[in-house]
């Protein structure tokens, strides 16, 4: 007799199985009305085709969310070189779709996976330098809205690799933008202040405050989002 799988299991045996048949070439026809069709509709991309949340961070870096093949040409036509996908696992139609119009274009594409309801984990944080020199700009970079992880790297790309102010880059985390910071997502608002608490104010450098006094953990256990704007992020308007 078969044993069941616990919920755990059945939710990553789904994602596997969903990678699986996303992260590959796009092959004929039918396939690519399947990835054009999941892309709109499962995930949520037809919302994105009227507007895609796209702002100039600075001359060398723009923000987004998941962009179409039309909307990537026309980054490319922009000057983009590199895009930054945050959002890790290819479990959509919107994947292949991407990798194949930046082969199209030239155009470099790189992971650099957050989260946007957990702490951020330190060695993310600390290989963020390293990270942004080794970009080809201008680059883009996206999550699924372009409210939440984007505006984090954009946040963390001003403080480290163009050592502006932490209130400007603090404005990265915006409702202008479809930031939530009462939600879970307000945790990433969070860590900021907690390094304007703990670290700007002792004059502490912030990777310097990343590396020896940031605690993950202790974050997770003093944010409290607020229900309500965690209702409307995460079941209303479906944030990833």
């Excluded at 119009?101 to 984990?121: K, N, Q, T, W, Y």
């Excluded at 939530?180 to 104010?201: M, N, P, Q, S, V």
């Excluded at 004059?203 to 997770?220: C, K, N, Q, S």
Aim: aromatic fraction near 10%; charge should be positive.
């Amino acid at each position: 007799m078969l044993s069941r799988l616990r919920p755990d299991e059945e939710r990553y045996a789904r994602r596997m199985a969903r990678i699986a048949r996303w992260d590959r070439p796009i092959e004929g026809r039918g396939q690519r009305l399947r990835a054009w069709a999941n892309m709109l509709l499962v995930d949520h991309g037809i919302f994105r085709l009227a507007y895609l949340n796209a702002h100039r961070v600075t001359p060398r870096l723009w923000r987004s969310a998941q962009p179409a093949p039309g909307q990537i040409a026309a980054f490319a036509r922009k000057g983009v070189k590199t895009i930054v996908n945050l959002r890790g696992g290819r479990e959509h139609g919107s994947w292949p779709l991407q990798k194949e119009a930046c082969e199209r274009h030239g155009i470099a594409l790189v992971d650099f996976v957050l989260r946007s309801r957990g702490a951020p984990e330190r060695e993310t944080i600390l290989g963020a330098k390293a990270f942004f020199e080794s970009l080809r700009e201008p680059a883009l970079v996206h999550c699924k809205s372009g409210a939440d992880r984007a505006g984090f790297f954009s946040a963390l790309y001003l403080l480290i690799r163009e050592e502006r102010p932490l209130d400007e880059a603090m404005r990265q985390l915006s409702l202008r933008y479809g930031h939530f910071r009462f939600a879970k997502t307000g945790i990433l608002d969070a860590f900021f202040e907690a390094y304007r608490r703990e670290g700007e104010a002792r004059g502490i450098a912030f990777l310097d405050w990343v590396a020896t006094a940031y605690d993950p953990a202790r974050l997770e256990r003093e944010f409290k989002p607020g229900l309500l704007s965690s209702l409307i992020a995460d079941r209303l308007i479906r944030r990833e």
